[in-house]
Each structure stands twice: as structure tokens, then as C-alpha cells.
């Protein structure tokens, strides 16, 4: 089965300064996607950024963007020019392909990380 | 578009009673699911439906869990008995096809048992 780490439970910066977020995962498979999840006190999960692991190259979504190393088995996303809004819950989380080929693509998740915005 | 829609919002009931959640999933998404997160966790997956079938429910505790997507529209999660334990947020997604992408949550049923 697959786990997935995140290290860091809470995480402060600096509004407009730029943070980083760790995630590590185990998985003996070699097609997959990553993903990050934010979660406001609204509880409702909304995706900021998707990366398929048979691609190289780092997605990037305006702000957001991830450092992807395969081998490592690490998916961190940067936050750059941080504003308060970005205040949440950050979620990393797997989903298999090889499960998804037999129809179940549901997502496992991390604990997630605290992020703060200071003003 | 509508999003998914959960009721109730919150729900406290007493160990050992029985309880339901509701789940509306965007119109036309075929794929729906039920997570459960505690408090300090991320959210784990109980069950997956495509239309009205289940296609996962291996984490589901199905000795006093129980799911149904009638029709393969809205799905109810139903707890009988309860415990402590189960206190949580339930989470339900859809998704239109199974393709990697485009899951959409709804806000969750926040639990408490007492």
C-alpha cells in the first residue's frame, strides 16, 4: 500500500516571501499522480496542482509551483509571493494508476501541513 | 456549475445511536466517494461508487458502515452503531470519468460523538 509523509504539521512565513512545503511518498509503483490539496476552514479540498509522475518536468500553476524527484520519492510545493488567502490546511496526496485501472482512483493523502500567513 | 452537496453540515449524536449523511454529487459525475478525516488527519478514502456500483470499499468498516448510491446519483453514509472513534469530518467527492483529475469536494459533515 501506499503511504504518504508530510513532516512539517505547521508552517509560518512572511506575507509576499516565498515557502516551501515537503512531501514524501512510498510506492512500488512507476506511473502515478501527485497532487496538493488545500483545505480552508471550510473544510471543501480544492486542488492546486497536479503533477503525473511519467512526466519530468515540474508543474507549475501561477504561484504554485512543485519540486518533483522521482527517485527521491519527494513532492514539495513552492509558494512564492505568499498572501494571506493562501492561509489553509496543505494537503500532498497519491493517487495509483495501477489501482485505477481496475476503476479505483480514490486518493491517499498526508496529514497535512498547518501553512500561517503573517501580515 | 452547483457543487457537491452535503447535509447535514454538523452532527453530534450519542455512542452507540445511528446516523446518516447525504451526499448530492455534481450532475453527470459518475464516480463518487466517501472520505473520512479525524481531526488532525488527512482525509482516507471509506468507498468509491461508478454509478451506482461500488468499486472500493476496503477500508470501509462494513461491521457497522454502511453506503448505497441509489439510481447512481445521491449517495447516503450511514453509521449504526456509533462510537467515539468515528468522530470526524465525511468528505464526499465526485469526479466525472476515472481520469486522474477533476475531483470536486464538498464541504463535509462535521461528526461528533459524545
Known amino acids: 500500500a501506499q503511504t504518504v509523509t508530510q513532516s512539517q504539521p505547521e508552517m509560518s512565513v512572511q506575507e509576499a516571501e516565498t515557502v516551501t512545503l515537503s512531501c514524501t511518498y512510498d510506492?512500488?509503483?512507476?506511473?502515478?499522480?501527485l497532487f496538493w490539496y488545500k483545505q480552508p476552514p471550510s473544510r471543501q479540498m480544492i486542488l492546486v496542482i497536479r503533477q503525473e509522475a511519467y512526466k519530468q518536468q515540474n508543474a507549475t500553476e501561477n504561484r504554485f509551483s512543485v519540486n518533483f524527484q522521482k527517485a527521491a520519492k519527494s513532492f514539495s510545493l513552492k509558494i512564492s509571493d505568499s498572501q494571506l488567502g493562501d492561509a489553509a490546511m496543505y494537503f500532498c496526496?497519491?493517487?495509483?494508476?495501477?489501482?485505477?485501472?481496475?476503476?479505483?482512483?480514490?486518493?491517499?493523502f498526508g496529514k497535512g501541513t498547518h501553512l500561517i500567513i503573517q501580515p | 456549475e452547483a457543487g457537491v452537496a452535503q447535509s447535514p453540515r454538523y452532527k453530534i449524536i450519542e455512542k452507540r445511536q445511528s446516523v446518516a449523511f447525504w451526499c448530492n454529487p455534481i450532475s453527470g459525475h459518475a464516480t463518487l466517494y466517501w472520505y473520512q478525516q479525524i481531526l488532525g488527519q488527512g482525509p482516507k478514502l471509506l468507498i468509491q461508487f461508478q454509478n451506482n456500483g461500488v468499486v472500493d470499499d476496503s477500508q470501509l468498516p462494513k461491521d457497522r458502515f454502511s453506503a448505497e448510491r441509489l439510481k447512481g446519483v445521491d449517495s447516503t453514509l450511514k453509521i449504526q452503531p456509533a462510537k467515539l472513534e468515528d468522530s470526524a469530518v465525511y468528505l464526499c467527492a465526485s469526479s466525472l470519468l476515472n481520469l486522474g483529475y477533476g475531483y470536486t469536494f464538498g464541504s463535509g459533515t462535521r461528526l461528533t460523538v459524545v
Open positions: 510506492t512500488s509503483e512507476s506511473d502515478y499522480y
Open positions: 496526496a497519491y493517487r495509483s494508476l495501477l489501482k485505477a485501472g481496475g476503476g479505483a482512483d480514490g486518493l491517499t
